[in-house]
């Protein structure tokens, strides 16, 4: 076994499971931040299995493998999303089997995401899911625990940059992505595929915009954030413009809670959040 691959005892339930063959090998795919992922070829049709790490818990994405495997199989037959195969757990972890999804991670035409997200936010499906951030308050509650785990001077510095005015919650919440970054969709040809589905909520469609259009995401994915002009287009491509409307009405307030997150990941040893920090704080200090 390389060292790089899956636990033993991991493949071992894969195998006898009937789940891969003696002759299946595992390639690492480097696109995970968070739990180890890997590319099962040589047993049919290439997987991917995702073993959970147990890490220390963040304030603002989840990594909830029972949440993963509910929405893979709730919208197995929408093509937004893997194909599920199997679940299971070895001592101390657990793992998600799914089809792997062909293509590349996200990089530019930022209409085709538009129109993606706004088909996942038409869905309605019966789900036990947490519920999101809804309304400038309970981004203001989120964005303050945040900061309250930082502890270098810039925490201060971001305290005194709280957005003025309040937004209401919405009551037209929907089944979100949670966390539709760069890294997280797939393009392959005019087909594009959401995944990584730990962290998904019913809430505020307005946060998936949020979450895509962030500029330090898009630094931290991308290398860059997007131009205005792909803004703009991503914008008019969106199918529901009172949720554009309402993320406009928003955006200092997600600015605000990715700020305290970027601020919080660069603490605890990320440079990449602390590249991204300074473009969600010119956005704060501009207004």
């Known amino acids: 076994m390389a060292q790089d691959d899956p636990p033993e005892d991991l493949q071992a339930d894969l195998l006898r499971r009937g789940l891969m063959a003696p002759s299946g090998r595992f390639q690492p795919l480097l696109g995970g931040r968070t739990n180890r992922v890997w590319k099962l070829v040589g047993s049919g049709p290439d997987r991917v299995l995702k073993l959970y790490q147990r890490t220390i818990p963040n304030p603002l994405f989840g990594n909830d493998p029972a949440l993963e495997t509910l929405c893979l199989n709730a919208l197995a037959t929408t093509g937004l999303c893997p194909k599920f195969r199997a679940s299971g757990e070895i001592p101390n972890a657990v793992w998600v089997l799914y089809e792997h999804a062909a293509g590349q991670t996200w990089a530019n035409n930022s209409a085709p995401v538009a129109r993606l997200l706004g088909q996942l936010h038409a869905l309605k499906p019966p789900l036990a899911l947490p519920i999101g951030c809804n309304g400038s308050a309970d981004l203001e509650v989120t964005t303050r625990h945040i900061l309250s785990l930082c502890h270098t001077v810039e925490r201060a510095r971001l305290l005194d940059l709280r957005p003025a005015g309040n937004v209401p919650p919405t009551q037209a919440t929907c089944l979100i992505h949670g966390d539709p970054v760069a890294g997280n969709i797939l393009v392959n040809g005019t087909s594009l595929v959401l995944i990584d589905w730990q962290c998904p909520a019913m809430g505020d469609a307005a946060e998936d915009l949020?979450?895509?259009?962030?500029?330090?995401?898009?630094?931290?994915?991308?290398?860059?954030?997007?131009?205005?002009?792909?803004?703009?287009?991503?914008?008019?491509?969106?199918?529901?413009?009172?949720?554009?409307?309402?993320?406009?009405?928003?955006?200092?307030?997600f600015t605000w809670r990715m700020a305290a997150y970027c601020l919080w990941r660069a603490e605890n040893g990320s440079a990449e959040y602390a590249l991204g920090l300074p473009f969600e704080r010119a956005l704060l200090e501009a207004g």
């Not at 995401?217 to 002009?229: E, F, H, I, S």
Request: aromatic content about 14%.
């Open 210 to 253: 949020a979450l895509f259009l962030s500029p330090a995401m898009m630094q931290v994915y991308r290398g860059a954030p997007l131009t205005p002009d792909e803004t703009s287009t991503f914008l008019a491509a969106y199918p529901d413009q009172k949720t554009t409307a309402r993320y406009e009405a928003l955006r200092p307030w």
